[in-house]
């Protein structure tokens, strides 16, 4: 069944017309939501901890609040908190303020899926779940354009739940691109598994295996670089423009050739059966699981291997050559401080 497309035109946002909101959190996707949101007119207050995204959100212009004052004083309560704290910061800061009438929205279903955060019945309960990086939300905002996004109703106690995840959808820019309805399982699902299988963990394990064949080889890490990471952006820009065939009239018909005859042994029915275990562990709670039992046990594993890939050898020379490239444009998500807007 094809999904229901909504655009600008088909979209009001009077939904949200007298309605304060408060996007708590001002990380990756805090700062998005919160200056898309102002820029297309709606009245925006950040809730957030003292510290770096506190000072960020305030140097950006925002009324800034702990978590609690800003639930307190809005009507819709967008939660853009890392997932795993998402539990805690809602029963100890949200759940209080969150009064009847009020809407309760996130930009992934994760907590509200897997059961981790249960709220009140006398509330909405929506997501306006962008298909992008918050950065990208921001920029590609700024530019005139939007990032796509799904939405979804958990919880109508209102009855207009639909109407406001709408607009919302509509202030943060993703009615220029695509809005569509889905529910809470589809966008966690789907989520998790384009993150995992396609977008982040297969496209940095296939750049990380070519560049060590071409440099196990005997190639140099430079040449592979360029090869395998720095031209992957190029290439993708023009899938995201033109798709497939678009990409393929680029490149050279030699290119093309390779890339029917050779695609397919590197990802193959061994890689599909792999992403089906995948799917299904996402499906059966037993990735949810897993995560939220890492984070318990202060995440050994995630620091680990977070600080072995720092020291892997396409990062120590991609990190030298993009200093030789000012013009590339750098949002370090974690790496320099905590404040990632
Ligand atoms: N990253 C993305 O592009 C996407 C994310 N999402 C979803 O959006 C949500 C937010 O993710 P993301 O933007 O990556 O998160 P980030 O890690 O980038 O930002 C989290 C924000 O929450 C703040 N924060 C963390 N802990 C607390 C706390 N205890 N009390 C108050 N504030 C706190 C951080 O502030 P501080 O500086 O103080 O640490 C920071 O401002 C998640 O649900 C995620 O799945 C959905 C689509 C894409
Ligand atoms: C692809 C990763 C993502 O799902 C996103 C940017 O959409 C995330 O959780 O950050
Ligand atoms: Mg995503
Ligand atoms: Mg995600």
Redesign the pocket.
């Known amino acids: 069944m094809a999904a229901h497309m909504y655009y600008n035109d088909d979209i009001s946002q009077a939904a949200l017309n007298g309605k304060k909101v408060a996007v ?9 939501h919160a200056q898309n949101l102002r820029d297309s007119g709606v009245e925006v207050v950040v ?8 000072e ?1 959100a305030k140097e950006d212009g925002f009324q800034v609040y702990s ?1 609690g004052e800003a639930v307190a004083q809005a009507d819709v309560v967008m ?5 795993e ?2 539990p ?2 809602y029963k100890q ?1 949200i759940e209080p303020h969150l009064t009847e009438g009020k809407a309760l929205a ?3 279903g ?2 509200v899926h897997f059961h981790q955060v249960v709220p009140p019945k006398d509330v909405d309960v929506f997501l306006v ?9 921001r920029r590609v905002y700024e530019e005139g354009g939007g990032v796509p996004a799904l939405f979804a109703v958990h919880q109508n106690a209102s009855g207009e739940a639909k109407e406001v995840a709408l607009a919302y959808s509509k202030a943060v820019g993703a009615g220029r691109a695509a809005v569509m309805e889905t529910t809470f399982k589809e966008e966690t699902e789907t ?1 998790l598994f384009g993150e995992q299988a396609v977008l982040c963990g297969g496209t940095t394990a296939l750049v990380k295996a070519g560049f060590e064949t071409l440099v196990e080889a005997g190639y140099q890490p430079e040449v592979a670089y360029f090869e395998c990471l720095h031209e992957l952006k190029l290439i993708v820009d023009l899938l995201y423009e033109n798709g497939l065939e678009g990409m393929r009239y680029s490149i050279s018909d030699t290119a093309q050739w390779g890339d029917f005859t050779a695609g397919p042994r590197v990802v193959n029915d061994g890689t599909k059966d792999e992403m089906r275990k995948i799917l299904s562990e996402i499906q059966s709670g037993q990735f949810a699981k897993g995560w939220v039992l890492e984070n318990q046990a202060n995440r050994p594993m995630f620091h680990s291997i977070n600080e072995q890939e720092k020291h892997h050898p396409l990062e120590v020379v991609g990190r030298e050559l993009r200093a030789k490239m000012p013009f590339i444009q750098s949002k370090k ?2 790496v320099v ?5």
């Open positions: 708590v959190g001002y990380g990756s996707q805090g700062h998005a809730g957030v901890r003292p510290g770096g995204s506190w960020k978590v939660v853009l908190l890392p997932d704290r998402q805690e910061v800061e996130f930009a992934h994760f907590n779940a962008p298909k992008g990086p918050g950065h990208l939300v989520d998500k974690g401080g905590s404040a990632k807007g």
